[in-house]
C-alpha cells in the first residue's frame, strides 16, 4: 500500500511555466545575454550595474518580450552565471542581488530548476555549488547578507554548545528557532532534493549544526518530493545511527529531528481536523494516522539503533502524554501520542528491551521510562519491569535529603509531580503497576510509606535550610505522590477482589487502613499548600470505602469489586464523622457518594448512625454561603440534588 | 492510554464566585471607572500624577481573594516613575493579616532597582500573616520569581488570576500605569486554561 502523510499533496510543478518561457526565451536571446553573464560571473558590480547593462540590452535590441519580462531576463543571467561560474564568489554576488530585489529572489528557485531541467550538466553544477555551499554554512564560512539572521545563528549556536539537554532539545522540535533564517539559500540548497536519501544522509550527517539541519529539511521539503511519507522513510532509514545499545544519544541529530518532523506533521493534521472535521473526518482520521504511525514505527524498527531510539523517544512520548490531564477540558489530548507509543509496543514484543535509562539521560528520564515499561508490561507487550531501583530511591533520611540522594529523588520526582492534576492520575497508576504486580504489594508499600518518615518530619518541621517552605512543599509532594501511587494499587488490584473473605481483600482492607491513618496524618501535620490535596485524598478514599462495601453498592451489580464488610475500618460511619465537622467537606462527600450509584436507603441508615441531619447540613451550608459566598462557596444545582436524594428520601 | 481509568466520579468542589458580568475598567485617579477618560485634562492629571492610582477593584479583589493570587507582568514592582519601592509598599498594603489567600505568587522580571531587601518585604508580610493566625491549617505562602524574561521570550500581556477570575491587564497589573489603559475581568481562569499556563510559566521559570 503506498502510504502518504495526512494532507499529503502532489509535489508541485513550479517550473513548469518557466521551462515554457525558456523555450521562446532560448531561441531570441541577444548576442549580448552571454556578455552580461560573463559580467555577473566574472566582475564585481551591483544589482543597480546589472539592471542598467539589462535596460542596455534592451535599448538596443528593442524587443517588447524584453521590455516585458526584463526581471525575467535579469533573473536568468543570474541562473546562467551561477551554470557558467558554479563558485560560493559567484553565489554571494546573486545572494546580494536577492538581498535587493523580492522578484528576482522568487523567481531564481523556479528558473534554476528549469535550466537544470534542460541540461543534465547545469544539474550537476548547481549540485555541487549546494553541497559547497552547505559545507559552508556548516563552517559558519558562509554568511547572510542580514546582520540579524547572522547574529541569530551564532546565539542559538552558542545556546546549542552550552545546553546540556541537547537530546531534550531536539525533542522539543528546537524550540523558537525561526527555521526561516537560512531562507537566502533556498534558490541553491533545495537541489538536495535531487539527492538519493542515502547520499543526502551521508551529506549530512558532515553537519552537528541542528539549526542548519532543521532549515534544510524546510528548504527541501517545500513543494518538493521531500515532502512525500515515502521519502521520510527512506531518510530516517538512512539516517546515521544516533543511539548506542545502552540507549545513550552519539550527538548526531538527524534521526531524531526526522522523527520530529513526523510528529509534527501528524499532530498538525490531527489539530487541523480536530478544530474543522465532524466526528465522521475525526474518526476516519484516526484510521490514517494509526496506519502512518504503524508505518513510521515499521521503518524505525528495521534501523540498527531501533531498541536503543525507541527507549529514548518513548520516555519523550510519554513526557507529552502524561503532561495531559483527562480532566483538562482547555486542549484536547492529542491521541497521536497514544498511537504512537502504542505501534512501539506492539515491535517491542518478545525483544529484549533496555531496562533502565542511560548515564546521559535527563533528570527526569528515569521515571517517565519506568512508567512507558509499566504501560508496555500492563498492555501485555513486556515483562512487569524490574521496579527495586525506584524503590530504593525512597529509602530516605533527613541526611540523604540535604545531599546527592535527596537532590536525586527531587528531580526525578519533580516532572511527575508537576504533571499529576487527579487522583491518582495515569503517572501514579504506572509507577504502581510493577509493585501491584509483584508478590505482597501492601507490605511493599506500608514499607515504604514507614520508611520515608525522614519527609514527614521535614514536612512538619522543615530541613533547617534557609528555604524552608520549599523543602517542605517538596517532601509533602513526594510524599502525596507516594499515596496516589498506594491509592493506584488499591484500585487496580480492587477489581481481583470477588469475596470479602478472600486473603486479596483482606490485604486491601490492611492497605485501606494504612491509606486512611495517611491521610489523616498528613492533614495534621501538613501546613503547606497540599493541604487541600489531603483533603481531596479523604474524599477518595471515603467513596472507595462507601462503594466497594459489600452491603453498600446497588444490588445486582456486576463486576463491582468486593473488599469492604460492614466492620472493616475505618468504618463508613467514621468517614461520615471524620467529614461531619466541616460542613463544606461532608457535602462534597456526600455528593460524591451520590454519584457513584450507590443504595440511597443505606446511605440514610449510615447518615443517621452518624447523627447526620441532612436537613441542618443543608441549612448551614446555605447559611454559611450567605454570610460569605466567597469563603464558602456553594452549588445551588448540588444542593438540590442532594435535597431531592436524600431529603425525599427519609 | 488505554489503561488505569479513573472509574470512580469526585464531585468537584464548588467553584469559588467570579462576578457575574464581564467588564472592562480604565484606569484612573479616581480608581477605574468602566468608560475612557472624559477629558484632556483627567488623562494630563493621571499622566503627571506622582503615584498614578491603581485600579481599586483590582485592590479590593487581591484583598477580599480566598485562595489564590497569582500575578504575571514584568514591570509589576518597577513603576515608570522609577520608584519601585512605592509599588512594593502598594501591593504590600493589599496583603493585610486577616487575608484568606494562602498561594500569592508574583512572576516578574528583574530589575537592578529593586534589591533583594526590598523583595524581602514580601517574605517578611508572609510571616506576619501566618504569625497573626497560627492556628489556620495552611501557610500563607508569597513567592516571587524575578526571571520572567530571563526564562521566558514569548509572553507579551500581563495578566492575573484571584481565586478563579482571570484579569487581563493592557499595562502593568494593577492598573498602575500612568498612561490610557484598561483591564478586563470576569473570566472564569480554569475555563480558559489560565491556572495551567500560569504553572506552566512557573515552572518554565525555576
Known amino acids: 500500500m503506498y502510504m502518504q502523510w495526512p494532507n499529503e499533496q502532489k509535489p508541485l510543478d513550479q517550473s513548469s511555466t518557466f521551462k515554457e518561457i525558456y523555450s521562446s526565451f532560448s531561441k531570441q536571446l541577444p548576442k549580448e545575454f552571454e556578455e552580461i553573464v560573463s559580467w555577473v560571473a566574472n566582475q564585481d558590480g551591483d544589482l543597480l550595474q546589472l539592471e542598467e547593462e539589462v535596460t542596455n540590452v534592451i535599448g538596443k535590441n528593442n524587443s517588447s518580450y524584453l521590455i516585458e519580462d526584463k526581471y525575467l531576463f535579469t533573473t536568468w543571467i543570474c541562473a546562467e552565471a551561477l551554470y557558467l561560474a558554479p563558485t560560493l564568489n559567484t553565489w554571494k554576488k546573486i545572494k546580494s542581488f536577492l538581498y535587493h530585489s523580492s522578484v528576482i529572489e522568487h523567481d531564481l528557485p523556479s528558473v534554476m530548476r528549469s535550466l537544470a531541467e534542460s541540461k543534465a550538466e547545469i544539474l550537476k553544477a548547481y549540485m555541487l555549488l549546494a553541497k559547497e555551499a552547505f559545507s559552508a554554512l556548516d563552517n559558519d564560512t558562509l554568511k547572510s547578507n542580514s546582520s540579524h539572521s547572522n547574529e541569530e545563528r551564532s546565539n542559538y549556536l552558542l545556546h546549542w554548545e552550552n545546553n546540556n539537554n541537547k537530546l531534550e532539545e531536539l525533542w522539543w522540535g528546537l524550540r523558537h528557532w525561526n527555521e526561516m533564517n537560512y531562507w537566502d539559500e533556498y534558490s541553491l540548497l533545495h537541489f538536495f532534493s535531487e539527492l538519493e536519501p542515502n547520499e543526502l544522509m551521508t551529506t549530512l550527517s558532515q553537519s552537528k549544526n541542528p539549526y542548519l539541519l532543521q532549515s534544510l529539511f524546510v528548504m527541501i521539503d517545500a513543494g518538493g518530493n521531500f515532502s512525500q511519507f515515502h521519502m521520510w522513510g527512506k531518510c530516517i532509514a538512512a539516517a546515521p545511527v544516533a543511539f548506542e545499545d545502552d540507549g545513550s544519544w552519539n550527538g548526531s541529530v538527524i534521526a531524531p529531528l526526522l522523527l520530529v518532523e513526523a510528529v509534527s506533521r501528524l499532530l ?35 534501523r540498527k539503533d ?340 436524600l431529603v425525599k428520601a427519609v | 492510554m488505554k489503561n488505569f481509568k479513573n472509574k470512580i466520579t469526585i464531585s468537584e468542589k464548588s467553584a469559588l464566585p467570579i462576578p457575574a458580568e464581564k467588564e472592562i475598567l480604565w484606569a484612573g485617579q479616581d480608581g477605574g471607572c468602566g468608560h475612557f477618560p472624559a477629558s484632556k485634562s483627567n488623562i494630563i492629571y493621571r499622566k503627571y500624577a506622582p503615584d498614578p492610582t491603581p485600579i481599586y477593584a483590582f485592590r479590593d479583589a487581591v484583598i477580599k481573594a480566598q485562595e489564590r493570587i497569582w500575578m504575571v507582568d514584568e514591570y509589576l514592582l518597577v513603576s515608570e516613575k522609577r520608584k519601585p519601592n512605592n509599588r512594593i509598599e502598594t501591593i504590600s498594603t493589599w496583603l493585610q493579616n486577616d487575608i484568606n489567600a494562602n498561594d500569592i505568587r508574583l512572576l516578574t522580571k528583574h530589575h537592578d532597582e529593586i534589591d533583594i531587601d526590598a523583595l524581602d518585604k514580601f517574605k517578611l508580610r508572609a510571616d506576619a500573616i501566618n504569625n497573626s493566625r497560627p492556628r489556620n491549617p495552611v501557610k500563607c505562602n508569597i513567592e516571587i520569581k524575578t526571571n520572567l524574561s530571563n526564562k521566558i521570550d514569548y509572553l507579551h500581556d500581563r495578566f492575573a488570576i484571584i481565586d478563579d477570575e482571570l484579569w487581563h491587564f493592557g499595562a502593568t497589573v494593577g492598573g498602575f500605569h500612568s498612561s490610557v489603559n484598561a483591564v478586563s475581568r470576569g473570566w472564569r481562569a480554569s475555563e480558559h486554561g489560565a491556572i495551567e499556563f500560569f504553572e506552566f510559566l512557573w515552572k518554565e521559570c525555576e
Open chain 1, 306 to 645: 531501533a531498541l536503543a531510539l525507541f527507549s529514548r523517544w518513548t520516555t519523550w512520548l510519554m513526557r507529552q502524554d502524561l503532561s495531559y490531564s483527562p480532566n483538562d477540558n482547555t486542549k484536547a489530548k492529542p491521541f497521536v501520542i497514544d498511537i504512537l507509543i502504542d505501534a512501539i509496543g506492539s515491535k517491542l514484543k518478545n525483544k529484549t528491551v533496555i531496562q533502565k535509562t542511560s548515564s546521559d539521560a535527563g533528570l527526569w528520564e528515569p521515571w517517565c521510562y519506568q512508567c512507558v515499561l509499566a504501560y508496555y508490561a500492563s498492555n501485555g507487550f513486556i515483562d512487569p519491569p524490574v521496579n527495586q531501583l525506584f524503590i530504593d530511591e525512597w529509602n530516605i533520611s533527613i541526611d540523604d535529603w540535604c545531599g546527592d540522594k535527596g537532590e536525586l529523588l527531587r528531580q526525578h520526582a519533580s516532572l511527575l509531580i508537576t504533571f499529576s492534576k487527579d487522583t491518582p492520575g495515569m503517572a501514579a497508576n504506572l509507577l504502581a503497576y510493577p509493585i501491584a504486580q509483584a508478590e505482597l504489594p501492601t507490605d511493599v508499600w506500608i514499607n515504604i510509606w514507614n520508611n520515608i518518615y525522614a519527609l514527614r518530619e521535614i514536612v512538619e518541621y522543615g530541613d533547617g535550610s534557609s528555604e524552608e517552605y520549599q523543602s517542605q512543599t517538596e517532601a509533602s509532594n513526594l510524599l502525596f505522590l507516594m499515596f496516589r501511587i498506594g491509592l493506584a494499587i488499591f484500585d487496580q488490584r480492587a477489581e481481583q477482589c470477588k469475596a470479602i473473605s478472600s486473603s486479596i481483600s483482606r490485604e486491601q482492607v490492611m492497605l485501606f487502613d494504612k491509606l486512611s491513618s495517611a491521610s489523616r496524618e498528613m492533614r495534621e501535620i501538613d501546613s503547606t499548600l497540599n493541604y487541600d490535596a489531603w483533603k481531596n485524598a479523604s474524599l477518595h478514599l471515603s467513596i472507595r470505602r462507601c462503594i466497594w462495601e459489600q452491603q453498600f453498592s446497588k444490588p445486582l451489580q456486576e463486576n463491582i469489586p468486593c473488599i469492604f464488610s460492614e466492620k472493616d475500618t475505618p468504618t463508613i460511619q467514621a468517614h461520615l464523622l471524620n467529614a461531619k465537622s466541616d460542613v463544606m467537606e461532608l457535602l462534597q462527600l456526600l455528593q460524591s457518594i451520590l454519584m457513584n450509584d450507590i443504595d440511597i436507603t443505606k446511605l440514610q441508615v449510615e447518615l443517621d448512625s452518624a447523627s447526620i441531619n441532612i436537613n441542618n447540613v443543608l441549612d448551614e451550608a446555605k447559611q454559611l454561603n450567605q454570610y460569605n459566598e466567597r469563603k464558602y462557596p456553594v452549588d445551588q444545582e448540588q444542593l438540590k440534588i442532594i435535597e431531592s436524594m
Open chain 1, 268 to 302: 498538525n493534521s490531527e489539530q487541523d481536523t480536530l478544530y474543522s472535521g465532524n466526528l465522521t473526518e475525526v474518526e476516519i482520521l484516526k484510521k490514517d494516522i494509526s496506519s502512518i504511525a504503524k508505518n513510521i514505527v515499521d521503518v524505525v524498527s528495521k
